[in-house]
T-cell receptor, first 114, second 110 residues
């Protein structure tokens, strides 16, 4: 089956710890995205990557980091510098840029930091 | 900002009724897309409508786009309990990323 997988589904961490969220796609898409969703709100873009070994900051990149060493993988690290990390994190991929193509989303990871 | 803003924030209807939700945005766009999100899940793409199109259909879904009013509507006909979800519009302009609105929460009562 083609699609996007995110793991784990639920993640719990203590304040001050870095945590890495996994995102893998087998759709052969060039573009990948990380979004954050807070309760009752829309999605906000954290980072995106249009091609391997290149990525750009989105609207709320502070306290997050990413890498894109392989086409199919785009892990997100939530660092201790992120002031309010508890949220639902969604990874997405696309053939190309949003002005022409739809995005395919993974099932999400719910991160709780206490 | 080209943020999409859905209206209403929440909508509750009976099974079999039609559901209409609207999206307004502020600047010119290349396309507008509608997505559905079931509770606690990822988003699923529904329809993409380009700026030179006025209406698109997909099964029980009908999307209209009025670029002069900077607005779009999503109509779900003959709604089912399984249509219960949040619906988001996402706007995009050339070379830019999506901007998602806060969504409309639709409840379809059996």
């Amino acid at each position: 089956d083609g699609g996007i997988t995110q793991s784990p589904k639920y993640l719990f961490r203590k304040e001050g710890q870095n945590v890495t969220l996994s995102c893998e796609q087998n759709l052969n898409h060039d573009a990948m995205y990380w979004y954050r969703q807070d309760p009752g709100q829309g999605l906000r873009l954290i980072y995106y990557s249009q091609i391997v070994n290149d990525f750009q900051k989105g609207d709320i990149a502070e306290g997050y980091s990413v890498s894109r060493e392989k086409k199919e993988s785009f892990p997100l690290t939530v660092t201790s510098a992120q002031k309010n990390p508890t949220a639902f994190y969604l990874c997405a991929s696309s053939i190309g840029t949003p002005d022409f193509y739809e995005q395919y989303f993974g099932p999400g990871t719910r991160l709780t930091v206490t | 900002s080209q943020q999409g803003e859905e209206d209403p924030q929440a909508l509750s209807i009976q099974e079999g009724e039609n559901a209409t939700m609207n999206c307004s945005y502020k600047t010119s766009i290349n396309n507008l897309q509608w997505y559905r999100q079931n509770s606690g899940r990822g988003l699923v793409h529904l329809i993409l409508i380009r700026s030179n199109e006025r209406e698109k259909h997909s099964g029980r879904l009908r999307v209209t786009l009025d670029t002069s009013k900077k607005s779009s509507s999503l109509l779900i006909t003959a709604s089912r309990a399984a249509d219960t979800a949040s619906y988001f519009c996402a706007t995009s302009t050339y070379g830019q990323n999506f901007v998602f609105g806060p969504g409309t929460r639709l409840s379809v009562l059996p």
